[in-house]
């Protein structure tokens, strides 16, 4: 017995694993290191990180303090990134790197809590809706700017975007507390508007009964109120007084509505031009993916609504419904995976439209021998891909002559015969060859398969032993 093939090797097994998360990431430490500065939206955040990695404790020497802003922020997200940096900016203090680089490890960190949590949302989609989709997914990912640039700014949004990914993979999984709570933790510390996604997608998993009512209010009470005694405590410490500062973003931007002092854009504006400039091609795809599998529309419908919730507020920029674009990329992607589906089964219908041309190949194969033979083909035959181009030399010879009756091959002197016909007397069915018969729709994935029938039958002369010697498969 053979011994069995070996197994991949682990870096095969590496590749195979992390293959899409080193693309993604790759890409996204790309733009970081060539974009490190950063814009007056991420000051914030940026400066947290700073003093919390070099000021340490001095909270007298802390920026915010003397430059606080329009509203005041959270100093968790940053404190998270900061002690996860810490190694790296310790190490680079060791060896007295300039302070820019101290940036980038901090983007870059950010950037793998981003993609980590996106990793968990795309095993989510591989294991609900397969390998191909999984695939587009990242590859849409990948050609979508903003989704990879974004992914290492230190915006609150993309704070909250780390939760929302992972809120949606407990989505997929089944565990709905769980997604209720990401999101209350997104929108209770880090972006107060996520309580729209909250509420669009708490809706639909109470009309799914994912849930009871008592069950999500005791979930979305508890969560909530830990959250912000958490949030309370913390940044009440770091601003030196009392304050829940998600709730004063709120009063600011919602409440008062101050947020369109800094520009305004039509209440159509994301869906004419933010998205379609973010996704590109996944943006007309996502509605034909919605609409040619209906399994993805629970969760596109209560995302897209969270957007058109949004479009509400005058004040409008792209990162304010970057929250959306990875569940809308998923529909998309299945939509590119139908279209890759027929694009296969149409490939397959071509091959297997060729059916003579397959027969002769078949038999080159089979017989080796330098005894000289001579191959009869019929019009079918000829005219479903054989040429002159598929004849070979010596032994070899091909007649084409038509108008030879079914009872008339006994009496001639042809080896093997390529025909339409099932049963020749004088001659023995070696195999059939099957060609394209017709498509056919059926309710599963995929939903369109093809239909094949035997078309062209080899057969060998019942009066040469050695023909009849050799290891045929048989006519169906």
């Not at 089979?366 to 054989?386: C, F, P, Q, R």
């Amino acid at each position: 017995m053979a011994p069995p093939p070996p197994g991949p090797t682990p870096a095969a097994r590496l590749l195979r694993e992390y293959g899409w998360d080193l693309m993604l990431g790759s890409i996204a430490a790309f733009y970081a290191v060539m974009v490190p500065y950063t814009k007056v939206e991420e000051s914030f955040n940026v400066q947290a990180m700073h003093d919390i990695l070099y000021h340490n404790h001095h909270i007298d020497k802390y920026d915010h303090l003397e430059f606080p802003g329009v509203v005041p922020r959270t100093f968790i997200g940053a404190l998270v990134i900061a002690i996860l940096s810490l190694p790296a900016v310790l190490i680079m203090r060791v060896f007295q790197f300039p302070k820019i680089y101290s940036l980038l490890a901090v983007r870059l960190v950010l950037g793998c809590v981003n993609l980590t949590t996106l990793r968990l949302f795309r095993v989510e989609v591989k294991r609900k809706f397969g390998r191909h989709v999984e695939a587009f997914f990242v590859l849409l990912t990948a050609i979508q700017f903003h989704a990879l640039f974004y992914s290492t700014r230190p915006l609150p949004n993309i704070l909250a975007l780390a939760l929302v990914n992972l809120a949606y993979s407990f989505w997929f999984k089944g565990n709905y507390l769980c997604t209720l709570q990401a999101l209350i933790i997104a929108a209770v510390v880090f972006r107060c508007d996520m309580i729209l996604l909250l509420g669009t997608i708490g809706v639909a998993l109470l009309l799914s009964r994912s849930f009871s009512l008592m069950e999500a209010v005791k979930c979305c009470i508890s969560t909530a109120l830990l959250c912000i005694g958490f949030t309370v405590l913390v940044d009440s410490i770091m601003w030196q007084r009392i304050l829940w500062p998600e709730f004063e973003v709120f009063w600011f931007n919602s409440v008062l509505n101050r947020s369109s002092e800094w520009g305004t854009h039509s209440i159509h504006w994301y869906f004419t031009s933010a998205l379609p400039r973010s996704m590109l091609v996944a943006y007309p795809l996502c509605l034909v993916g919605a609409l040619l599998d209906r399994r993805i529309v629970p969760y596109v419908l209560p995302v897209t609504l969270f957007v058109v919730l949004y479009s509400k507020l005058p004040h409008k920029e792209l990162r304010f419904i970057i929250a959306a674009v990875p569940m809308l990329n998923v529909s998309a992607s299945l939509a590119a995976s139908r279209f890759l589906g027929y694009s296969a089964v149409s490939f397959m219908a071509s091959y297997s439209n060729y059916p003579g041309g397959h027969a002769l190949k078949a038999l080159h194969v089979a017989d080796s021998s330098m005894k000289e033979k001579m191959v009869h083909i019929d019009v079918l035959t000829a005219m479903s891909g054989v040429s002159r181009f598929c004849e070979n030399e010596y032994p070899w010879r091909y007649s084409k002559e038509e108008d030879i009756s079914i009872e008339e091959y006994q009496n001639r002197n042809f080896t093997y015969l390529l025909n339409e016909h099932r049963y020749v007397s004088g001659y023995k069915c070696l195999f059939g060859v099957d060609g394209f018969s017709r498509a056919r729709i059926q309710p599963r994935f995929p939903p369109l398969s093809l239909v094949k029938v035997p078309k062209v039958f080899a057969h060998g002369s019942l009066g040469d032993p050695d023909i009849l010697s050799l290891d045929w498969p048989g006519c169906p």
